[in-house]
């Protein structure tokens, strides 16, 4: 029987059934296999999913950038709910086959490892499981993609609501926050029910695996060796310990910086001295070009990188009607080539946005250079340090004079809210990473009531400073935005994790910014040849989750914070 020859572009399967598929992985799965020739039959197996991972992001882009087209969805549905679960256990099959002969070799032990744990995990009553997942994925997708909000009689997507949250104007910013949360409200309880759904579906998925819970199972299933659930409760009671004093300082600063009795929400995003909020761009054009400049400013590579996406059409960026909300980087594995997705709406968190997307493009232009494809990919706690880096090395090139977006009052300005920001972030995503472990854990995560109840509770402990009375609706409605409990259960922790790995590569930066950027791109490079820790080693950085380590960074942060305001 003669081998299938790949095609030459990921565009050959765009519409393909299984049908077309499958030949290509029976080959691999059935062709005689030796240490003389696994090197081969790993780079074509490598080449094969280049080519349907690509078809896939691509399939998800177009979706994501129109909702509406019942076309675009039903192509991103094929790939998401039928298409990849068959994937999934042909990868499988094929890792069994390079586990069964016992291959090893110098950069391909993180992917061994890797294999080892899928195999352990796979049950081929999960695969139909796995693709009712994500078809109910889909209909979040849908549902939140609808919403809309009437401003002045013109109807806007939510992310456009988020410039009004800066106003200097108490009343508007607490209209645009009320308004922005009505649509979760009113949707709480098809939003509950679809979540029931997937509960009782990644239950059955665990259960099925052998593991005692969903939780469980998502941590085995994201192959995170270097830490474990018990680790992510130290941290968040590190976080708790640590951060959440330094964030009650700053809400008491600016609570008595705005002449306030209280802060309520609608209070932590204007500026405290009530200047009108910053407009560092009008449209996409605005937000690149400079972009392009910062970049050539940091390191020329890394702006050629950017340069190459903004001229082939590698960027959606701005919010419109009908497109997911939300912001990616995804990347096209054939080509080698990222794309960034997201809801810019002219503020300067549009622009942090960027350059936190940029990072992870950087780092699919960096692994690049890794042969295989199951070498490129880290965990996604070492691709958060690479685009939370990004955020905090770009700082200096902001100012106008250096081809950035600010004049230097401005960048002043700016530089504060991104440090703020990281403070107030952290115990966000403690509360995110409990809430979901309570979820899987308490015996109680059936009960929507009981879910909201428990989100109550656990937001109390992490957000000081603020008066949530007569709110508990829109307090509630939160967790139902946090698309990631929805659609990549347990993807949260690791903006944690990186952000203090992010906050040492900076830490590093003001004493040597050279070598800083030198680790920083390193370690990108290094893919996923290597574990979690020696990969943070490599970027000069130390995987933590105790309070120490983290008091010693948020009093950097506290003292930059200080000397930016004196």
Wanted: proline share 6%; glycine share 6%; with cysteine.
């Amino acid at each position: 029987m003669t081998a299938p020859t790949l095609p030459d572009s990921a565009a050959a399967f765009a519409d393909a059934g299984w049908d077309e598929i499958a030949p290509y992985y029976e080959d691999l799965a059935t062709r005689p296999l030796d240490k003389g020739n696994v090197e081969a039959w790993l780079h074509t197996w490598s080449a094969l999913d280049e080519l349907l991972d690509e078809a896939g992001a691509r399939a998800e882009v177009d979706y994501t950038v129109d909702t509406t087209d019942p076309a675009k969805e039903a192509r991103h549905l094929r790939f998401a709910s039928e298409i990849g679960p068959q994937l999934g256990e042909q990868r499988v099959r094929l890792a069994r086959r390079l586990l069964d002969l016992g291959y090893e070799r110098p950069g391909l032990e993180t992917t061994v490892r890797r294999f080892r744990n899928s195999r352990e995990l796979f049950r081929e009553e999960n695969v139909p499981l796995g693709a009712e997942e994500q078809r109910l994925n889909a209909g979040y997708q849908k549902i939140t993609g609808g919403m809309t909000a009437e401003w002045d009689g013109e109807e806007k997507p939510l992310p456009q609501l988020a410039p009004f949250l800066e106003s200097p104007d108490r009343a508007i910013r607490e209209r645009a926050f009320r308004l922005r949360a009505a649509p979760y409200i009113a949707a709480r309880d098809e939003l509950a029910a679809l979540f029931s759904q997937q509960f009782a579906l990644r239950e059955r998925i665990a259960r099925n695996a052998g593991l005692a819970n969903f939780r469980d199972y998502a941590h085995r299933e994201k192959d995170r060796f270097d830490y474990t659930p018990a680790d992510c409760e130290r941290f968040a009671a590190a976080v708790e310990e640590a951060v959440v004093p330094a964030v009650a300082r700053r809400q008491g600063r600016r609570r008595r910086a705005m002449g306030l009795e209280a802060l309520r929400p609608w209070d932590l995003a204007p500026d405290p001295q009530g200047r009108p909020p910053l407009a560092p761009f009008a449209d996409a054009a605005e937000l690149i070009a400079p972009a392009v400049a910062v970049f050539d400013r940091l390191d020329p590579t890394l702006g050629g990188y950017f340069r190459a996406m903004a001229e082939g059409g590698l960027l959606d960026l701005e919010s419109r009607l009908g497109k997911a909300p939300g912001g990616y980087c995804t990347s096209f594995s054939h080509t080698g080539q990222p794309f960034i997705f997201m809801n810019a709406a002219g503020m300067s968190g549009d622009v942090n946005t960027l350059l936190h997307e940029a990072g992870h493009a950087f780092h699919v232009f960096e692994a690049q250079a890794q042969p295989l494809l199951f070498q490129r990919h880290p965990g996604s706690e070492m691709a958060e340090v690479a685009s939370m880096s990004m955020e905090l090395l770009t700082a200096p090139f902001l100012v106008r004079e250096r081809g950035g977006y600010y004049s230097a009052e401005e960048a002043r300005r700016d530089r504060i809210e991104h440090l703020e920001g990281i403070l107030t972030l952290l115990p966000h995503i403690a509360a995110v990473d409990t809430f979901q472990q309570w979820i899987y854990t308490s015996g109680e995560g059936a009960d929507a009531d009981a879910r909201d109840a428990a989100w109550l509770r656990i937001r109390a402990r992490f957000e000081p400073g603020i008066d949530w009375s007569g709110l508990e609706a829109e307090r509630v409605a939160r967790w139902y935005q946090q698309l990631h409990i929805f659609l990549y259960p347990f993807y949260y922790i690791e903006y944690g994790i990186a952000q203090f790995g992010a906050l040492q590569v900076w830490r590093n930066s003001l004493r040597d910014p050279q070598r800083a950027l030198a680790d920083y791109r390193r370690a990108l490079a290094l893919g996923a040849t290597v574990p979690l820790p020696d990969l943070f080693a490599a970027a000069g950085a130390r995987l933590a989750f105790n309070a120490a380590t983290m008091a010693e960074l948020v009093a950097l942060v506290e003292e930059r914070l200080a000397a930016l305001e004196d």
